[in-house]
């Protein structure tokens, strides 16, 4: 069981309510799944739901099926974090920005998603023509530990 309170994700498109009750509904049952199974166990669950085709079509259905698959990756990416596996979270979240890129109906979230795989790509770690981490940087090991400053650390590092 998680210790920290999860909250799903969602985006911001227009003419999507993320207030209407079908997909508050299934905000809630992404949200409590987690938090009652955990990250490993409800991406599973969530992946084998986002694998479940009606005769529909719209971008209502799209889109809540949209949200069960981008949080089904969001959370094997969160898992691989909790495991401390770093090469395999710098996976997931490139499967994770994949996905965005090529499936999101948010502008702003295909942007978010090509400026970090432009990032990785800059620095060697990622090839478009190839949507893996690059080998050299998996067979690297180093007991260093780093600091994450962010933009919202309320102090500086020491």
């Given at each position: 069981m998680?210790?920290?309170p999860?909250?799903?994700i969602?985006?911001?498109?227009?003419?999507?309510?993320?207030?209407?009750?079908?997909?508050?509904?299934l905000?809630?049952?992404?949200?409590?799944?987690?938090?009652?199974?955990?990250?490993?166990?409800?991406?599973?669950?969530?992946?084998?739901?986002?694998?479940?085709?009606?005769?529909?079509?719209?971008?209502?259905?799209?889109?809540?099926?949209?949200?069960?698959?981008?949080?089904?990756?969001?959370?094997?990416?969160?898992?691989?974090?909790?495991?401390?596996?770093?090469i395999?979270?710098?996976?997931?979240?490139?499967?994770?920005?994949?996905?965005?890129?090529?499936?999101?109906?948010?502008?702003?979230?295909?942007?978010?998603?090509?400026?970090?795989?432009?990032?990785?790509s800059?620095?060697?770690?990622?090839?478009?023509?190839?949507?893996?981490?690059?080998?050299r940087?998996?067979?690297?090991?180093?007991?260093?530990?780093?600091?994450?400053?962010g933009?919202?650390?309320?102090?500086?590092?020491q």
């Open positions: 998680l210790k920290d999860y909250k799903e969602s985006e911001e498109i227009a003419g999507i309510n993320n207030k209407a009750a079908l997909i508050r509904i905000r809630i049952f992404i949200r409590y799944l987690t938090r009652i199974f955990g990250f490993k166990v409800s991406a599973n669950i969530l992946s084998i739901f986002s694998k479940l085709k009606f005769k529909q079509n719209g971008k209502l259905y799209n889109y809540l099926f949209y949200i069960i698959k981008l949080n089904a990756v969001r959370n094997r990416h969160l898992h691989s974090i909790k495991k401390d596996n770093f395999n979270s710098l996976e997931t979240k490139v499967i994770w920005a994949n996905f965005q890129l090529n499936n999101s109906l948010s502008a702003r979230a295909r942007w978010s998603a090509r400026n970090y795989l432009n990032l990785l800059r620095y060697d770690l990622y090839r478009a023509k190839i949507p893996k981490i690059n080998n940087f998996k067979s690297s090991n180093s007991d260093k530990k780093y600091y994450i400053y933009p919202n650390a309320a102090t500086p590092p």
